[in-house]
C-alpha cells in the first residue's frame, strides 16, 4: 500500500528525532515521524535551557547544517547570555533560557510545515529486516510502515522507569508513556543494550520564593544568536537568579543518604558524572559548605521556576525539606517533584561514523539511545543520522565530519571510537582541535558541505556566501600597509610601543591591548561592517600564529585519517598486534588508521603493525 510505504522512518520526536526528521525530508525522502506523543514532540524535559559551554557550539553547527534548532531556540529565547566570554574564543559559548512551551509548539509547527513529512503517534514495537536489511517498522497497534531506512531515536523512553524515594513507575519524562517493546527487537537485532540513569531537579511556584534575598542574573545584548539566519536578535524579558544550598541542606542530605535510592541500590543505571544529583555533590565534595543553584523560568505562561543544581531522587518529604533549606525557598512550594529516570540505551561501539548499526543497512541511531546527554548532543546526532540516512537511500557517499571539522565530528567520533560507560557529556576539553572550530566560524566551516548534500537551502547558501566575500574584503582592507602615522595615535594611546615603518591594521591586532573596538574608534570607515564580519576577522588576526599552527597538527593527523582500512579485515589473524588490539579492532572495525589510533587499548606499536599490513595488502 502506498499509504504505508515511506522512503525513511524516525522512532521518537525529541531533538534527535525532529533534526533528523527534517533532514530527511528536505533532503527529499517521504518520512514518517513516529511519535509516542503529539504532546512530547521536541520537548525540553528537563532544563528550559539550549546551549552552554560547548553545547552552543553543537547549536551552532547544526545550524550551518541546515538543522532547526538554533534557528527554534532564538525564536523562543527569553533570556540569553555568552558563558566564558572572560576567556578566550574558543571556549565562548552561547546559552539560552527558552521559552518551555514555545519550543515544543514552535517545532511542531514546523515539523507539521514541512513538505514530504508525515507525523503518526504511535509506538514503535519492531523494526523488520529481511537479508540485513531494513524494510519497515511496526507499530504495537499492529501497524506496518514499509521503508527503505530508519533512525532510532527513542531517547530516555526504552522501558523507563521513574525513581522517587521508594516510588516507582514505568513512566518516561514528566509523565510522557514509556516505549516498553522496542528494546526486545533491538536485542533480536544483535545490539547490545545498557542500561543509564538521568535525573531532573524540582520545580517551585515563583510566587513562594523570596527574591529580595536573592542575587539576579541578567542577559546579555549584542552577542551573537544560534542561527546565521536571524536577523533580529531575541531579546532578554527575564532575569534569573543565583542562589546556594546550607549547613543545613548538606546535613539534611548526608542524615538521609539511606533512603537516597543513587546509595541504597535502588538505582541500577549509570549515572551522568558532569550533571549529578544534589546528594552526589555532598558526599563527593564533602568539604563544601554549600553548593551554587540557579532559579531560571520555564516559560513566560507559567510561574514555574527551574532550580537548577538541585536534582534528587529522595523521596518528597525529604525533597521538601532539602528546597526549605535553601536560601530564599524557605516558603517555597513545590510544584513538580525531582526524580530519576532509568533507560535503555544502546553501546555505541555497535555503530560506524555514520551512526548506521554495523550489522543492519539502512538502520540508524541518534541521541540518548545511543548513551548521550542533552538536547544539543541529541539534536547533533539526529541531523547527521537524518544526512546519512538519505544519502544511503540515494546511494550517494555519507558525510561524516572529522575531528578538526566540528564538535558533531568530535561528538560521533567519540562515540563510535571510544564509546562511553556513562551519559556521554559534549565539553570543549574534548575538541583537540577547539581553536579552530568555534562559535563564530561555524557556517564556515559546515555551510558548504550541508549545501553539497541537499540540506542547506539556496537562500541561506547565498547568505553565507555573502558573508564569506565580506569577510575576505575586511581582511584585504586590514592587511594593506599603513604609514605609521595613521596607527601610532591609537597604539600609544593603548599603551602599545608605535610603530616606526608601516604596519597594518592586522598586524595591530596582534597587540594584546588592541581590540576591534578600538579599531573603529580610530577607523570609523569600518563601522558598516555587520558585527559578526568584524569579530570574525579580528579573532582571525589575533590568533593567526596559533591557527598556523594548529593547521600544522591537523594535516600530519589528515595522513592517517585518509588510510582507509577494509571492513571486512580479520583482526583477530593479523600476526604482532596485542590480544587486546585483535578484540577492540574486531569489535569496532574502525574506517580509518586514525579511526583505529583513537581506540582505547590499541597502542602505537599495534597501529605500526597495522600500518605494515595495510601496505601488505594494497601491493
Request: charged share 25%; glycine share 6%; with cysteine.
Amino acid at each position: 500500500m502506498k499509504d504505508n510505504f515511506y522512503d525513511a522512518v524516525v522512532i521518537g520526536s525529541g531533538h534527535a528525532g525532529c533534526e533528523a526528521a527534517l533532514a530527511l525530508a528536505r533532503m527529499n525522502n517521504k518520512t514518517l515521524l513516529l511519535t509516542l506523543n503529539l504532546d512530547s514532540i521536541a520537548f525540553l524535559a528537563c532544563n528550559p535551557s539550549i546551549g552552554g559551554t560547548a553545547k552552543g557550539h553543537l547549536v551552532c553547527e547544526i545550524d550551518a547544517l541546515g538543522g532547526q534548532m538554533g534557528i527554534n531556540a532564538d525564536r523562543t529565547t527569553i533570556q540569553r547570555r555568552m558563558l566564558n566570554s572572560s576567556k578566550g574564543p574558543a571556549v565562548w559559548s552561547l546559552r539560552a533560557q527558552a521559552d518551555k512551551i514555545m519550543y515544543h509548539t514552535t517545532m511542531k509547527e514546523t515539523l507539521e510545515q514541512t513538505k514530504n513529512l508525515f507525523i503518526r503517534q504511535a509506538e514503535a514495537s519492531k523494526i523488520l529486516t529481511k537479508n540485513n536489511k531494513v524494510i519497515g517498522v511496526k507499530t504495537s497497534q499492529g501497524d506496518t510502515f514499509n521503508c527503505g531506512a530508519v533512525v532510532v531515536c527513542t531517547g530516555v523512553y526504552l522501558k523507563s522507569k521513574v525513581i522517587v524515594g521508594k516510588y516507582t513507575a514505568n513512566t518516561g519524562p514528566n509523565g510522557f508513556a514509556p516505549a516498553n517493546k522496542l528494546t526486545k527487537s533491538l536485542l533480536d537485532l544483535g545490539l547490545n543494550i545498557r542500561r543509564f540513569k538521568t535525573g531532573t531537579p524540582v520545580r517551585v511556584h515563583s510566587d513562594s520564593i523570596n527574591y529580595n534575598i536573592l542575587e539576579e542574573q541578567y542577559g546579555e545584548d549584542n552577542i551573537q544568536t544560534f542561527s546565521f539566519m536571524t536577523k533580529t536578535p531575541p531579546k532578554n524579558v527575564i532575569k534569573c537568579y543565583l542562589t546556594y544550598t546550607t549547613e543545613q541542606t548538606k546535613n539534611l542530605i548526608l542524615d538521609n543518604l539511606d533512603k537516597a535510592p543513587m546509595y541504597n541500590g535502588a538505582i541500577k543505571g549509570e549515572g551522568p558524572r558532569y550533571c549529578p544529583s544534589i546528594e552526589s555533590k555532598v558526599v563527593r565534595f564533602s568539604d563544601k559548605e554549600r553548593h551554587q543553584l540557579f532559579l531560571e523560568p520555564e516559560a513566560l505562561s507559567t510561574k514555574e521556576i527551574y532550580v537548577q543544581g538541585l536534582s534528587t531522587s529522595m523521596p518528597t518529604n525529604i525533597q521538601k525539606q532539602m528546597v526549605r533549606s535553601v536560601i530564599g525557598l524557605e516558603n517555597a512550594q513545590i510544584m513538580r517533584d525531582a526524580y530519576a529516570i532509568e533507560y535503555d540505551c544502546i553501546d555505541s561501539l555497535d555503530l560506524y561514523p555514520t551512526l548506521q548499526y554495523k550489522n543492519i543497512s539502512g538502520l540508524y541511531f541518534a541521541g540518548q539511545v545511543n548513551g548521550t546527554s542533552g538536547y544539543e548532543e541529541a539534536a547533533a546526532q539526529g541531523i547527521m543520522a537524518g544526512i546519512n540516512a538519505s544519502q544511503f537511500l540515494k546511494g550517494k557517499e555519507p558525510l561524516v565530519l572529522k575531528r578538526n571539522e566540528a564538535y558533531i565530528g568530535v561528538l560521533i567520533d567519540d562515540l563510535v571510537t571510544k564509546g562511553t560507560n556513562e551519559p556521554y557529556r559534549m565539553m570543549t576539553s574534548r575538541a583537540e582541535y577547539r581553536l579552530q572550530l568555534r562559535q563564530d566560524n561555524a557556517d564556515l566551516r559546515l555551510t558548504q558541505k550541508g549545501y553539497d548534500v541537499g540540506l542547506v537551502t539556496k537562500q541561506r547558501y547565498n547568505k553565507y556566501l555573502q558573508r564569506v566575500n565580506k569577510i575576505k574584503q575586511l581582511k584585504t582592507e586590514f592587511d594593506k600597509i599603513r604609514p605609521p602615522k595613521e596607527v601610532n595615535e591609537m597604539l600609544s594611546e593603548n599603551g602599545e610601543v608605535e610603530a616606526k615603518v608601516g604596519i597594518s591594521i592586522s598586524d595591530c591586532l596582534k597587540r594584546a591591548n588592541i581590540t576591534i573596538k578600538e579599531v573603529l574608534n580610530y577607523f570609523p570607515e569600518f563601522k558598516n561592517y555587520p558585527t559578526s564580519v568584524l569579530t570574525q576577522v579580528e579573532i582571525e588576526c589575533k590568533y593567526e600564529g596559533y591557527l598556523k599552527r594548529q593547521d600544522v597538527q591537523i594535516e600530519q593527523a589528515r595522513k592517517q585519517e585518509t588510510t582507509l582500512l577494509p571492513t571486512n579485515i580479520n583482526y583477530l589473524k593479523i600476526k604482532g598486534l596485542s590480544l587486546e588490539a585483535q578484540q577492540k579492532l574486531d569489535q569496532i572495525k574502525p574506517l580509518s588508521l586514525g579511526q583505529a589510533s583513537r581506540i582505547s587499548g590499541v597502542s602505537p606499536a599495534d597501529i605500526a603493525v597495522l600500518t605494515v599490513y595495510i601496505k601488505t595488502i594494497n601491493k
